[in-house]
């Protein structure tokens, strides 16, 4: 069982960074790939990026690549979304999840737990 708290959204002018960050409760929190996915007002949930167990591996959305950033620090039981030239369409609930397969994956159904959310809200 793993439980996952997300803190650090917030209001932010286009442009401006962030950075989101996952607790996971659990001793077993290494051997989870860990995913953030986010959904806009209106819209279906989307994946944002993800990161394998070890971190030696991450995969990005299009809409993100170049502009977000996953990491993790399995000592602290945290994974990371640092997130730079935010522009409005970034707004959205994020949500990180944990995922005990092997290979990374986009799709927010293989995912095993999940946490609560982070509003993130990009002006213009």
């Known amino acids: 069982q793993v439980q996952l708290v997300e803190s650090g959204g917030g209001l932010v002018q286009a442009g401006g960074s962030l950075r989101l960050s996952c607790a996971a409760s659990?001793?077993?929190?290494?051997?989870?790939?860990m995913g953030w996915f986010r959904q806009a007002p209106g819209k279906e949930r989307e994946f944002v990026a993800a990161?394998?167990?070890?971190?030696?591996?991450?995969y990005y959305a299009d809409s993100v690549k170049g502009r977000f950033t996953i990491s993790r620090d399995n000592a602290k039981n945290t994974v990371y979304l640092l997130m730079n030239s935010l522009k409005p369409k970034d707004t959205a609930i994020y949500y990180c999840?944990?995922?005990?397969?092997?290979?990374?994956?986009?799709?927010?159904?293989?995912?095993?737990?999940w946490g609560q959310g982070a509003q993130v809200t990009v002006s213009s």
């Open positions: 999840a944990a995922d005990d397969g092997v290979i990374l994956t986009t799709l927010g159904g293989e995912y095993d737990y």
């Open positions: 659990g001793r077993a929190f290494r051997r989870y790939a």
């Open positions: 990161i394998t167990w070890s971190g030696g591996s991450t």
